[in-house]
């Protein structure tokens, strides 16, 4: 594991716990989950995947409001996290576990009308 993992690691730790205790927006669901971060080499930049629960209009409702914040989530980690530049955060939806989901959903969807088949 590389410095920018370890790192990504560290902040995908305190933003998530960050979210979870200190934001306190109307917009933001309950089950929000930072699903991993990618830090760019020069730790200029941090991309944060979010996996939110609920329809298309509260993940983008969640979305501006995690993006509003971003300033001080950013602050928050400069405070908990010492390092020379603290990262600009850019928050980005995460559908793989949706995605995931609907997959799994087709397969057994498949598999149970290919096991009812046989059963006639």
């Given at each position: 594991m590389d410095r920018t993992d370890r790192i990504s690691e560290?902040?995908?730790?305190?933003?998530?716990?960050?979210?979870?205790?200190?934001?306190?927006?109307?917009?933001l669901p309950e089950f929000v989950s930072v699903t991993?971060?990618?830090?760019?080499?020069?730790?200029?930049?941090?991309?944060?995947?979010?996996?939110?629960?609920g329809d298309e209009e509260k993940k983008k409702a969640a979305i501006a409001a995690l993006t509003s914040a971003s300033g001080f989530i950013r602050r928050e980690i400069g405070q908990r996290i010492s390092l020379r530049y603290t990262p600009e955060i850019q928050f980005k939806l995460d559908e793989s576990i949706e995605h995931g989901m609907h997959i799994s959903k087709l397969i057994e969807e498949t598999m149970g009308g290919s096991g009812k088949d046989s059963d006639s």
């Open positions: 560290e902040i995908k730790k305190e933003i998530s716990q960050i979210i979870r205790e200190s934001i306190k927006d109307p917009r991993a971060v990618r830090v760019t080499k020069d730790l200029r930049y941090a991309r944060v995947y979010v996996s939110i629960y």
